[in-house]
């Protein structure tokens, strides 16, 4: 058990770590509402893609919610404020799949969604910042 420093991600984060009312602000690691290393060493991945993106593009581009650092960023910007507590990336934050499959099957079938959806939100990107 450990006792984590954290804001209110629901409050005052949007999907990329940014503060909504102060848009120079962003956040990083357990302070932002994730858990655990792996997921405060992604966020700081997604603050600094994020602010590449933004200073080329002048607009955002969140990663899709089917993929890990997105289902993740999702869920901490859009649960309950109330009594809100840091988030490990699971497969529970993931959307349905939307199809019935054997429960081996199913990760998977995660795996393959994110890779498709994260190849659309490159090529996104490198339309709109083709240094991306
Ligand atoms: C006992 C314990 C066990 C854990 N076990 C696990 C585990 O098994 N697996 C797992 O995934 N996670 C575990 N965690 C959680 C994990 O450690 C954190 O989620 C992760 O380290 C957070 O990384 P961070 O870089 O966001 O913050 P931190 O690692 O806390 O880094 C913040 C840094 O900022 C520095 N700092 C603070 N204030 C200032 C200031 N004013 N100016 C300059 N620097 C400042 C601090 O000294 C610190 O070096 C554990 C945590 C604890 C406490």
């Known amino acids: ?5 954290f ?7 949007n999907r990329c ?6 848009p120079r602000l962003f956040f990083a690691g357990q ?6 290393y792996l997921e405060s060493a992604a966020s700081g991945l997604i603050v ?3 602010i590449v993106l933004q200073q080329q593009t002048e ?10 650092l997105g289902a993740l960023s999702t ?12 988030m490990n ?15 081996a099957a199913r990760k998977a079938a995660y795996g393959e969604r994110a890779l498709a959806d994260l190849d659309t939100w490159l090529q996104e990107c490198q339309k709109r910042s083709p240094d991306c």
């Open 7 to 13: 804001i209110n991600a629901p409050q005052l984060l």
């Open 17 to 22: 770590f940014q503060h909504q009312k102060e």
């Open 48 to 50: 600094g893609i994020q």
């Open 75 to 86: 869920h901490i910007t859009n649960t309950h404020s109330k009594n809100f507590q840091p």
């Open 59 to 68: 607009s955002f581009f969140p990663f899709p919610e089917t993929c890990a």
């Open 89 to 103: 990336i699971n497969f529970g934050l993931f959307p349905p799949l939307g199809k019935k499959m054997k429960k």
């Open 31 to 36: 302070i932002s509402g994730v858990e655990g």
């Open 1 to 5: 058990m450990h006792r984590n420093t």
